[in-house]
């Protein structure tokens, strides 16, 4: 239970310290979230609680492939001038590619 909260625990500093940082210096941010440091810490506390390095390698390359699937869900941001949707419009359009995103994952480690 111990290591359950510790995981919780750091996960929300990371998380907390990334948002609160986006109020002072957005682009900073952003930089930091862009950085796999939730991926290294997943890697890691899997590690530590398995102590199976094959798992800790495949859940790397499924994180791997994942990463550009995850990006399709700023496509809705990035075009956002030309759809003139509202942000909940974009977000939902974000949800609903990255949905697909997921699918596609899904096919690859069949």
């Keep these: ?20 940082r986006a109020g002072k210096n ?31 390698v495949h859940f790397a390359r499924s994180i791997l492939a994942a990463i550009p699937l995850s990006l399709l869900f700023f496509v809705p941001f990035l075009v956002a001038d030309c759809l003139k949707w509202p942000f909940w419009g974009l977000l939902s359009g974000g949800i609903v590619l990255l949905a697909c995103g997921y699918v596609v994952h899904c096919v690859l480690f069949r």
Excluded: D
């Design 1 to 20: 239970m111990a290591w359950q909260i510790t995981k919780v625990l750091v996960a929300s500093v990371v998380i907390g310290f990334t948002s609160w």
């Design 26 to 56: 957005p682009q900073l941010a952003g930089f930091l979230v862009a950085l796999p440091l939730t991926s290294i810490l997943a890697l890691v506390f899997t590690q530590a609680e398995y102590h199976e390095w094959q798992k800790s």
